[in-house]
């Protein structure tokens, strides 16, 4: 049994993982703003984590064997934390993403087309970090999501009080009305109607992941030893014609597509530049993944329920 702190974990794969540490027989505390309470036999602490001196008043002498964070998004918030778990605990993971990769974001050292991205495409021990930004600012953070987790990652690396670790994830999918962002349901919905989906001319693969495999793959990064960063994708990259091709023949349609000019905004998925990620490191370091086609018909199977059992708006 291990003493687990997660940060956030009140919704799709976090609360999925919390749920996976206590049937794993793991002692759990959940720290969050409360919005919503986690499963009974979970010690919650009820915190706005940006707040240091509350944080750490909250965390009172308590001491964990692992911290999982969830929803750490700015170099600001990741100081905090360093700074309140230092000392309480021995290894730090943190959940990253793929848009750290994205290069419309960054200048990234160039990789061949085609050619998975590997992690030290984006190394945490040498990126800038600027904590003076206005990463306070909501607006400011959504159009910096990105860089706001590349620093993030650089100061949890860098700051010295427990090793660290962070899971870059994929795109995540499946769960139904859990899949907050709405992106499958966009494809599912447009395509059981019939109606045109937005899409590049020359579109690119990217990467996904089953909601579940990535709550399974953070149980087992909470409970290994590997420092870094690692990438948390499915086999198999799709593009955005091989995504729809697949929903809409599920839904007995064909799909319709329009291709948007040079620049112009497209549908979810639909990227005119390549970063679909490598999982070999993961692999490497003893995790399996799943191959995107095995679950993304259930997926949107999901997808279709949750739509259906959906009140019209004029109920």
Known sequence: ?????????????????????????????????????PPSGVEHLV??????????????????????????????????????????????????????????????????????????SVDPATWPVTTELPWHDGAYLDA???????QAEAVLTRAGGFAFASVR???????????????????V???????EIAVHAQALPTAFIHYE???????????????????ACSDGPLDVYGLASLIAAQAGREPVYRVVRAGGEASPFSFDRHYAMSNARAKGLGFPFSRSTDWLPGAVAEATAALTAEPSPTA
């Open 47 to 120: 915190v706005d984590r940006n707040d240091e001196a509350a944080l750490k008043a909250a965390l009172g002498d308590r001491t964990f064997d692992v911290v999982v964070d969830q929803v750490c998004y700015t170099p600001v918030q990741a100081a905090i934390a360093a700074r309140a778990f230092a000392g309480r605990t021995p290894r730090y993971v943190m959940t990253s993403t793929i848009e750290v990769y994205d290069p419309a974001t960054a200048a990234l050292p160039a990789v061949a087309p085609g050619t998975p991205v590997p992690e030290e």
């Open 144 to 150: 910096h999501y990105a860089e706001g987790k590349r």
């Open 213 to 231: 495999e990535l709550a399974d793959l953070l149980l087992w990064a909470a409970a290994a030893e590997f420092t870094g960063p690692v990438n």
């Open 189 to 195: 919905e447009r395509l059981a109607r019939g109606e």
């Open 1 to 37: 049994m291990q003493k687990v702190c997660v940060i956030g974990g009140s919704r799709y794969f976090g609360k999925l993982l919390v749920k996976r540490l206590l049937a794993a027989g793991h002692q759990v505390t959940v720290i969050n703003r409360g919005s919503l309470r």
């Open 169 to 187: 994830s994929a795109h995540v999918l499946g769960g139904g009305a859990q899949e907050f962002t709405g992106r499958l349901a966009h494809y």
